[in-house]
């Protein structure tokens, strides 16, 4: 069982930056990989980042260029690093882990507010 905890979340201006962390009860360096998805209200939930150690970092469109995803073994955190926010960025921001590759469970924490103000 792998526990994830979400924190910085907040209220920001719209050009304002947050940054984002995933703390996991289990060893950062050996999950096959970890990422951010976010759910506004009344959509679905989309994918936002990813890292992994075997294909490296990918991004939704819609944060390329903004937002950065990191991960600091050490500390078995994963952080995302959110700049120049815009009004449709606010959302719940998920974490998630994949333990090892062809894994069927996914691990979830439990999500942190994120609100943009134009």
């Known amino acids: 069982q792998v526990q994830l905890v979400e924190s910085g979340g907040g209220s920001v201006q719209a050009g304002g930056s947050l940054r984002l962390s995933c703390a996991t009860s289990?060893?950062?360096?050996?999950?096959?990989?970890m990422g951010w998805y976010r759910q506004a209200p009344a959509k679905q939930r989309e994918l936002v980042a990813t890292i992994s150690s075997r294909l490296g970092t990918n991004y939704a469109d819609s944060v390329k260029g903004r937002f950065t995803i990191s991960r600091d073994n050490a500390k078995n955190t994963v952080y995302l690093q959110m700049n120049s926010l815009k009004a449709e960025d606010t959302a719940v921001y998920y974490c998630?882990?994949?333990?090892?590759?062809?894994?069927?469970?996914?691990?979830w924490g439990r999500g942190t507010q994120v609100t943009v103000s134009s």
């Open positions: 289990g060893s950062a360096f050996s999950f096959n990989a």
């Open positions: 998630y882990v994949d333990p090892f590759v062809g894994s069927t469970i996914r691990y």
